[in-house]
């Protein structure tokens, strides 16, 4: 099965992602995970959108659509995949429909307050990928999945989350009436626990 996976920063998409994965036995391709490797690497494509991810902008789509169609051309993808993060314009969905069939865009509902909570508490691991949210970790500074130490990523602060969130209402949102028109949209309430916002959308894809 071929998923995308829509919805604001903070909504879940990396960790419903990462779960599903798991679950499907299927890649999860994550954008922003990408480009943050190649920041950490300080690749030339790191050097070039430093910035751009410093301040919560999109990376221009022409970088975003070559790095996707690669990597969903790599044999792991043939059996289906989950894309978490991309497409993030109408653009980018425009150019995936031109080489490869999806299957469902999942959208992940989840009040705009619960988001700012979600991002302002929320820690992330650069060794396993791993989102975490403070209120979870009693005081601890270490991944509980892998024993790597935890951090706050840069876009997390609040001018960025701010800026993210802008970004998306005007140019992620509109991808939700793009794959209602195609037939392919299905709206999960995203608030809740992990496990219950899971079980939603595990049960909605097994249907
Ligand atoms: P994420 O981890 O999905 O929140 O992405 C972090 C950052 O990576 C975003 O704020 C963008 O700067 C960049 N990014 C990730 N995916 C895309 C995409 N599909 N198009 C453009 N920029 C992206």
Redesign the pocket.
Known sequence: MNIVLLGA?GSG??TMAQKLAVELNIPQI????I??KNLREETPLGIQ?KN??AS??????EI?IEI?KNRLAEPDCANGYIL??????LV?AAALDTFQNIDIAVNLDVDEEAIVARLSGRRFCPDCNGTFHVSTLNGANVCPACGGKLIVRE?DTEATVRN?LA?YNKTTLPLVEYYTEQGKIATVDGNGSIAEVYARVISLLKK
Do not use: A, C, E
């Open positions: 920063p998409k990396g994550s954008t922003g995970d480009f943050r959108i751009i991810m919560g902008q999109l990376v221009p789509d975003t996707v978490d993060g991309f497409p993030r314009s980018q876009d993210r970004v």
